[in-house]
């Protein structure tokens, strides 16, 4: 075959017309580029500032158990250390504890984003609801929310909004 023979083949690319095309966007409307991710120390301040904030609504101060294992762990030192801690600390367990099992897939792939669970998924659900009187979560440490900096970095933000707590057993510069 000679190159003329090809060209004849090849369909033919028919033009975009101009009103078609995106214009490149103002420098006011281009996404910001995302913040830094604070150091371990002021995510464990703003946790703590938040915590205080959840304590100072009037009323007892309820909280869920909230556990993360992986395939075949057990969570009962789990609980049973969380328990210790929410008791230690005068806070009333509202409900049974919330369990989320990360599966052999989960882990290979980090199971990061703890939205993505269905427990945590409703432990956030009785947060959010005004007629809960569930004020905070408390878990083992922060690697049961997330292991991502980003991530958890979002979910405190979201706690302090709803005026929520979180207690952790290991604070985020012990892990």
């Given at each position: 075959?000679?190159a003329?023979?090809?060209?004849?083949?090849?369909?033919?690319?028919?033009?975009?017309?101009?009103?078609?095309?995106?214009?490149?966007?103002a420098?006011?409307?281009?996404?910001?580029?995302?913040?830094?991710?604070?150091?371990?120390?002021?995510?464990?301040?703003?946790?703590?500032?938040?915590?205080?904030?959840?304590?100072?609504?009037?009323?007892?101060?309820?909280?869920?158990?909230?556990?993360?294992?992986?395939?075949?762990?057990?969570?009962?030192?789990?609980?049973?250390?969380?328990?210790?801690?929410?008791?230690?600390?005068?806070?009333?367990?509202?409900?049974?504890?919330?369990?989320?099992?990360?599966?052999?897939?989960d882990?290979?792939?980090?199971?990061?984003?703890?939205?993505?669970?269905?427990?945590?998924?409703?432990?956030?659900?009785?947060?959010?609801?005004?007629?809960?009187?569930?004020?905070?979560?408390?878990?083992?440490?922060?690697?049961?929310?997330?292991?991502?900096?980003?991530l958890?970095?979002?979910?405190?933000?979201?706690?302090?909004?709803?005026?929520?707590?979180?207690?952790?057993?290991?604070?985020?510069?012990q892990?």
């Amino acid at each position: 075959m000679n190159a003329p023979t090809l060209t004849t083949h090849v369909p033919e690319v028919a033009p975009v017309p101009t009103g078609r095309r995106l214009r490149p966007r103002a420098d006011a409307q281009r996404p910001k580029q995302p913040l830094p991710v604070p150091a371990l120390a002021a995510l464990q301040a703003l946790r703590h500032t938040m915590n205080r904030a959840a304590l100072s609504v009037p009323g007892p101060p309820y909280v869920l158990l909230y556990a993360l294992t992986g395939p075949g762990q057990e969570t009962h030192d789990d609980l049973a250390a969380i328990r210790g801690y929410a008791a230690a600390k005068h806070l009333t367990v509202h409900e049974p504890p919330i369990v989320d099992a990360l599966d052999d897939t989960d882990v290979r792939t980090g199971g990061d984003d703890p939205l993505l669970r269905r427990g945590y998924a409703r432990a956030l659900q009785l947060l959010a609801d005004p007629a809960c009187p569930v004020r905070g979560v408390v878990a083992v440490s922060r690697t049961a929310i997330t292991i991502a900096d980003r991530l958890y970095q979002d979910q405190l933000t979201w706690y302090a909004a709803q005026q929520a707590g979180l207690w952790l057993i290991r604070s985020e510069t012990q892990i």
